[in-house]
């Protein structure tokens, strides 16, 4: 069975740091384009970052180039999305996604699977 879980979040000082996961069972990430998405209560679900089947190439979205960084580790079967310079409306659930193509899209409704989301709370 084909799972994603997230893990990672938490509460933390504006211009703090997270660093959220996502490990799979059941199949192999390499072979999947990943993508991170987060949901702030009342909003739609908004594309933050994603990575490349196999090659590994990355995209963000522009409220958080330079930022987070997205990185996956096939040994572990897990990616990673590190959040930096944490800001109030970063405050969010996030979710990771899994879709079977090699080019990943900042876009929910090409992804196939998703985790259940961990909680992202920016606050002083």
């Known amino acids: 069975q084909l799972q994603l879980v997230e893990s990672g979040g938490g509460l933390v000082q504006p211009g703090g740091s997270l660093t959220l996961s996502c490990a799979a069972s059941g199949f192999t990430l390499d072979y999947y384009a990943i993508g991170w998405f987060r949901q702030a209560p009342g909003k739609e679900r908004e594309g933050v970052s994603c990575i490349n089947a196999y090659d590994g190439s990355t995209n963000y979205a522009d409220s958080v180039k330079g930022r987070f960084t997205i990185s996956r580790d096939n040994a572990k079967n897990t990616v990673y999305l590190q959040l930096n310079s944490l800001k109030f409306e970063d405050t969010a659930i996030y979710y990771c996604?899994?879709?079977?193509?090699?080019?990943?899209?900042?876009?929910?409704?090409?992804?196939?699977?998703w985790g259940q989301g961990t909680q992202v709370t920016v606050s002083s």
């Open positions: 996604a899994a879709d079977l193509t090699v080019r990943c899209m900042l876009v929910a409704g090409a992804y196939d699977y």
